[in-house]
């Protein structure tokens, strides 16, 4: 019979593994009542007994031990390779609080001293729950027909059930959490606009708290990257794309450490149209009108994030822009003559795009902007951001397409 392996507990930034005896411990998970993780965004639509740190840990080590810890098997199986031995150590790191998920590095150590490490994404909120099914089959799907090579493999999901206590009396309530077990991709972090020392830095998030910046003129690789990524999953024959997507909410992550500056998506939230097709129309008449959509709306979601992630809302400078262009005509160019790709093939479809695009003049791109962030929720802020830049943001773009 095989030994289970030894689970460890970890919040980065504090020395050594907490357990039972720590107070944080038994800390509510969303951090609200200290410094804890102050990076956090917090809870929403939470019910019944206040879930704890050591809640969340203990829920977290009971859904990967079930069938005996199979489904962690077998990913660190496919990770690592044959040969990897049975898991000897399971370190379970707390990395962050998000607006859906509250994410988990997990750290498996075989007996042979082979590590891998992985996500485990938490819900607990209402609208947590009712994400990460459809996020875990989302990037499943991905996986599939796009190769995984931009966002993470996924290895299981379920729920898990927990017994809590109000701290006022000691009636026991149960509490249900989703999870799901996916890639971790090591040395990927997130990333933020920020100002420091007068001027503004791309600011690289360490999980232990510190910060890297980078120049703006060195980032505008990784803004071309996140627009190619988004390209490449976007479907011309249907429209479908991935959407809702922000900057602020570290969608996207970045290797600091590599040349090139490579960049993952972890999270996917939705995928579908945002445009509504006439049944009636030839569908290839809808392929450049969606794609202008599509691309405009790119344009403008690129240049908006907020300071440090949760700070006042930015536009970012015009470079933004020109990488953004950049990556999506790179993206295009190599969707030509590739069917497996979700968005299937259109020769040359790059080219026809900028012909198409160069057509309009400036005056017609703001109308179409103006238009188009209609759409967006009146009350948010960066509705208001973007809106006053609309017409220097389509002059940019004019100016970048009339000599095609």
């Not at 082979?114 to 729950?129: D, H, I, M, T, Y």
Request: contains cysteine; charged residues 20%; neutral net charge.
């Amino acid at each position: 019979m095989s030994i289970p392996p030894v689970f460890s507990f970890y919040i980065p930034g504090e020395d050594g593994c907490i357990g039972p005896d720590s107070f944080l411990w038994q800390m509510p998970l969303s951090g609200k009542s200290s410094g804890f993780l102050k990076k956090g965004q917090g809870e929403k639509s939470v019910r019944g007994p206040v879930l704890t740190v050591g809640d969340y840990f203990t829920a977290a080590e009971t859904f990967l031990q079930k069938a005996d810890g199979r489904m962690l098997f077998e990913a660190f199986s496919a990770m690592a390779g044959k040969g990897c031995g049975p898991i000897r150590a399971v370190d379970l790191f707390l990395e962050k609080h998000g607006a859906f998920y509250h994410p988990l590095r997990v750290k498996v150590v075989s007996e042979t001293g082979r590590s891998v490490s992985f996500v485990l994404n938490g819900a607990v909120s209402e609208p947590g729950l009712a994400l990460i099914e459809k996020e875990y089959q989302l990037l499943a799907g991905f996986e599939k027909r796009l190769s995984g090579v931009c966002t993470p493999r996924v290895f299981g999901a379920g729920v898990q059930t927990l017994e809590t206590r109000k701290p006022e009396n000691l009636n026991l309530k149960k509490r249900t959490l989703g999870f799901f077990l996916g890639e971790w991709f090591e040395e990927f972090r997130e990333f933020h606009v920020s100002e420091a020392q007068g001027k503004r830095q791309i600011a690289v998030w360490e999980s232990n708290g510190d910060v890297a910046h980078l120049s703006l003129e060195r980032a505008q690789v990784i803004y071309e990257q996140v627009a190619y990524i988004l390209t490449a999953h976007y479907n011309v024959h249907t429209g479908e794309q991935i959407f809702p997507w922000h900057h602020a909410a570290g969608d996207f992550v970045v290797n600091p450490l590599v040349k090139g500056l490579p960049v993952k998506l972890i999270t996917v939230r939705g995928y579908q149209s945002l445009m509504e097709f006439d049944p009636a129309t030839d569908p290839k008449e809808n392929v450049l009108p969606a794609l202008l959509f599509f691309f405009l709306n790119l344009t403008l979601r690129m240049r908006l994030d907020r300071l440090d992630g949760v700070g006042t809302p930015v536009f970012l400078e015009e470079p933004v822009l020109t990488a953004t262009v950049h990556g999506f005509l790179r993206s295009l160019g190599d969707m030509s003559g590739q069917t497996s790709q979700a968005s299937g093939s259109i020769k040359g479809l790059e080219n026809i795009f900028a012909a198409f695009l160069a057509g309009f003049s400036q005056e017609q791109l703001l109308g179409i902007l103006v238009n188009l962030i209609q759409a967006w929720p009146p009350n948010a802020l960066e509705f208001s951001l973007a809106q006053a830049h609309l017409a220097s943001h389509s002059s940019a773009l004019h100016s970048l397409f009339k000599n095609v």
